[in-house]
């Protein structure tokens, strides 16, 4: 639990400017303390609630991808502002977490509600995580989904073994079969390569999940080997693509910490905000 003299501290971070409000002065109070979209939207720099929607909807993707209920954090309600009855949320302090975590860098006062957050996690021993891993959580989130697209698609054109024509995609992006990227990684079986890939590895395979999909809807592809082809061939220009950018071939990228073990720091995080923020009796 974060110390008094920690809390203290914070209270006196995260000034847009010195008279204005600040994050914590901006804390409501109805059963334990919550923060409105729109007032919190102007801290993090944005103008219109239309552009706020895109680090919000990314944060409640978060959520789904934690298997978190997303109403425990994110309630819409509306609100009378000026005269005006306007759509907003109750976020809870764990939902401005992860606004702040995915909204737009280039915005200073994005960068500062994002420092912040990380000096919270010293007092409970560094759960909170940098957008990086974040990230990684919603595009590992997507990749399933994708592969699971893909593999629809692939049975409805005359894919009957799934498993050789999903290796075509691996040997094509990484020069060997799957089951060997698994021994070069150190994978134990029953767990997925996509698991332990960095951010930039996942969107790589993302892309090559997403233009395999693509090439055989545009061809008209059918059958077990032109897709296994297909499969292959998107993976190898998405390989040279890497090396041509970035100068590395896909096996070389290091391996990151297991999504699962990001997984259980955020959902950590989720329970020692939510220790900040309850009523006190």
Request: aromatic share 10%; with cysteine; charged share 25%.
């Amino acid at each position: 639990m974060i110390s008094d003299m920690a809390r203290e501290k914070q209270l006196s971070l995260f000034h847009v400017e010195p008279d204005r409000p600040s994050f914590e002065d901006l804390a409501n109070e109805n059963g334990g303390k919550f923060w409105y979209a729109r007032d919190f939207m102007g801290m993090l720099g944005y103008e219109s609630f239309t552009a706020f929607q895109k680090p919000i909807n990314k944060a409640t993707a978060t959520c789904v991808a934690l298997n978190i209920p997303v109403t425990e954090h994110f309630r819409q309600v509306d609100r009378v502002i000026n005269g005006q009855t306007l759509p907003d949320f109750k976020l809870t302090r764990y939902a401005c977490y992860l606004i702040s975590i995915n909204g737009d860098v280039r915005k200073p006062e994005v960068a500062a509600a994002q420092a912040y957050f990380v000096t919270m996690a010293e007092a409970f021993r560094h759960y909170i995580l940098d957008a990086e891993n974040v990230e990684r959580v919603q595009t590992r989130e997507e990749v399933s989904e994708q592969e699971k697209t893909l593999s629809t698609v692939a049975f409805a054109a005359g894919v009957t073994q799934y498993a050789f024509f999903q290796n075509e995609g691996y040997r094509g992006m990484y020069c060997m079969d799957l089951s060997d990227l698994r021994r070069r990684r150190g994978i134990v079986s029953g767990r997925s390569v996509l698991d332990f890939m960095n951010g930039e590895e996942l969107a790589a395979n993302l892309f090559r999940i997403t233009q395999t999909h693509a090439k055989i809807r545009n061809e008209g592809l059918r059958g077990q080997m032109r897709l296994e082809r297909a499969a292959h061939d998107v993976g190898h220009t998405v390989r040279e693509t890497m090396i041509k950018l970035s100068g590395k071939a896909p096996e070389s990228l290091p391996a990151a910490e297991d999504i699962k073990s990001v997984k259980g720091k955020l959902k950590h995080a989720r329970h020692e905000f939510g220790k900040l923020d309850k009523p006190n009796h």
